[in-house]
């Protein structure tokens, strides 16, 4: 009953729900007080299966006690220390205890820059035949060498189904290691190597792993500027991935000639649902129209294609596959300027029963005609499901324009999140639509999130925001 005692405290302390398996500590603001208190009453809870210390700085450097406390809890599933501001000795600690933690499945030691270069510490110390099936060091600031320990450790983990290298610019430099080893975890169904630093070597070295990764459901390497051009080594393995739900391309400088690549292969991937081919000017001027090819993919629920450069003959072509994807939820337009003038195109691919959710269209050029059509469209009830809806700086549209649109929030049911900000450096009043844009929100029960940056508001027009804002039935977030 006195160790009971002294685990309720604890637990009132912190502000938490009390639980024997599940000590969630999450950002507690943690001092060497409470660290030292969470060190005796861990040794309390022997049937712990998941403890969360994430976002404490405090824990930095003093992990130790801890850590010695860990390697008793035989339950324990999963732990995650991301941003803690781990050190080599807290490393170092760390894994002494994973030797005595046989039941280990998910480790997230995420967001801590300064174990890079020590994870050998901790890799070495993972025993063969894990049951680890997690395993995310997101912006450690890894170097080659710990992109080799990971490699000599995946031959050791067999059960591993997620791999989250991403935002170590490094470890490029070792991925050659890695993909080898990749063999050896045939189940795994994500692999994120977003900012790693890869480079064309590096990048075709995953050709070979890919035969071994049928089960693969993620792949994400996003943000290597310099793996545009080699997809005609990965064709072949690349387009066996047949359970790839996700695939995100986004900022890889992809060439014309790797368009005529990814138009061949990106159609066979017929579980597809979230495609990202973002910030790659190449999708909107190739001649080889990949996104007319869409079609063939019907269980794509998103499609992200800001900043594309696409052309008037590349946007119909997406707006004609657009009506052969009935599961589409998430479609981003924004930074493609010819959009304006001719967003019907795409309007009228909206079947009367769209599962739309999230449409942006930030910086196309619109005006006051998209907006009419946009307007005729809601109306009809082609966007009842929609929630998140994104018209930023798009300046051309006109007081009038902004009034069509007012007019027709009230059949948006189900919004949530509406941005229709102006770029700081173009400011401008507010009309009169303002007051009709209020009244159709307070109607909407689920809205919560109104961007209106860069409008300049009368006296008047101040005082509706505050009398809305002060409304206790409605809870919304301007941002002004």
């Known amino acids: 009953m006195s160790c009971h005692r002294r685990v309720q405290q604890f637990w009132k302390k912190m502000g938490r729900w009390s639980s024997d398996k599940n000590l969630d500590l999450n950002n507690c603001a943690l001092n060497a007080v409470d660290i030292m208190e969470l060190t005796t009453v861990i040794s309390l809870l022997p049937d712990l299966e998941e403890i969360d210390l994430s976002w404490n700085d405090s824990i930095g450097g003093a992990l130790e006690p801890l850590a010695l406390q860990f390697k008793h809890l035989q339950e324990l599933k999963v732990l995650q220390l991301n941003s803690c501001r781990l050190t080599t000795k807290d490393v170092a600690c760390l894994g002494e205890a994973l030797e005595g933690i046989p039941h280990l499945e998910i480790l997230d030691l995420s967001w801590n820059t300064g174990i890079g270069g020590t994870l050998s510490l901790l890799t070495s110390k993972i025993l063969k035949g894990s049951k680890l099936q997690t395993l995310k060091v997101t912006d450690c600031g890894l170097t080659p060498e710990d992109g080799k320990s990971v490699a000599q450790l995946l031959s050791r983990i067999y059960c591993l189904k997620i791999l989250d290298l991403s935002i170590n610019r490094k470890l490029g430099y070792s991925l050659k290691n890695i993909a080898q080893e990749l063999q050896f975890v045939s189940g795994l169904q994500v692999l994120n190597l977003n900012t ?285």
């Open 196 to 480: 790693c630093g890869l480079e064309q070597d590096g990048f075709q070295s995953l050709d070979t792993a890919f035969q071994y990764l049928s089960e693969l459901r993620t792949l994400d390497v996003s943000c290597n500027k310099l793996i545009g051009g080699v997809f005609q080594c990965l064709a072949g393995h690349l387009a066996s991935l047949s359970n790839l739900e996700i695939l995100n391309l986004h900022q890889c400088c992809i060439t014309e000639e790797d368009m005529v690549v990814l138009s061949q292969i990106i159609p066979l991937l017929s579980n597809l649902q979230e495609l990202n081919l973002s910030s790659n000017t190449s999708v909107g001027i190739s001649t080889y129209h990949l996104l007319s090819r869409l079609r063939f993919l019907p269980k794509l629920t998103s499609v992200l294609l800001n900043n594309c450069a696409l052309q008037h003959d590349s946007f119909v072509f997406l707006a004609e596959a657009a009506s052969h994807l009935p599961e589409l939820k998430i479609l981003d337009l924004s930074s493609n300027k010819c959009v304006g003038g001719n967003l019907k195109l795409i309007l009228k691919a909206l079947h009367l029963d769209s599962k739309i959710q999230e449409l942006r269209l930030s910086s196309c050029s619109l005006v006051d005609e998209d907006l009419v059509d946009l307007a005729l469209i809601i109306q009809a009830g082609h966007l009842a499901q929609l929630k998140h809806l994104d018209f930023s700086y798009n300046n051309s549209i006109s007081d009038q324009g902004w009034e069509t649109f007012c007019g027709s929030t009230p059949a948006l049911g189900q919004l949530s999140e509406l941005d229709i900000s102006r770029r700081p450096s173009s400011r401008c009043s507010c009309g009169e639509w303002l007051g009709k844009l209020l009244s159709a929100l307070s109607q909407l029960l689920l809205f919560t999130d109104l961007e209106l940056n860069g409008w300049l508001f009368s006296v008047a027009q101040q005082k509706l925001l505050e009398d809305f804002r002060g409304n206790k039935k409605r809870n919304v977030r301007f941002n002004l």
